[in-house]
């Protein structure tokens, strides 16, 4: 079996519910990946950002989930500033059908199994 490959998730908080829908798909027995992301509730303490840096080091990829609640999200503006700070391969994959939010530099594409397990498989 092909390694596991390890996604890290970034968004906004007010999008926790899609994440959990997205982190949903890689409990598919065909779905050789994992989700990882660090959602907080409380406000980010002085290592936030080393721990998240950690894991988008350790991760294949990161996909955004973009929705207009990524324009005031600092949280997960860092998050993708990071992954490209760390060379990472970065997806933009739309949160809600009817949103189109364009984050600067960030491909994004429909929530689709097609999408998603093309960049996933191209890590």
């Known amino acids: 079996m092909a390694e596991k490959k390890i996604v890290f998730v970034a968004f906004a908080i007010e999008d926790e519910r899609q994440r959990d829908f997205l982190k949903g798909q890689s409990l598919s027995p065909r779905a050789p990946y994992e989700f990882?992301?660090?959602?907080?509730?409380?406000?980010?303490?002085?290592?936030?950002?080393?721990?998240v840096r950690t894991r988008i080091r350790r991760s294949h990829g990161v996909i955004?989930?973009?929705s207009k609640n990524s324009l005031t999200s600092s949280g997960q503006k860092w998050e993708i500033q990071c992954a490209r700070d760390?060379?990472?391969?970065?997806?933009?994959?739309?949160?809600?059908?009817?949103?189109?939010?364009?984050?600067?530099?960030?491909?994004?594409?429909?929530?689709?199994?097609?999408?998603?397990?093309?960049?996933i498989d191209s890590l």
């Open 36 to 51: 990882i992301d660090m959602s907080v509730k409380e406000p980010y303490d002085s290592d936030w950002e080393e721990r």
């Open 64 to 66: 955004a989930l973009v």
């Open 86 to 119: 760390e060379g990472k391969p970065l997806l933009g994959v739309w949160a809600y059908s009817n949103d189109r939010t364009s984050l600067a530099g960030v491909r994004t594409v429909t929530w689709t199994d097609a999408h998603i397990a093309g960049f």
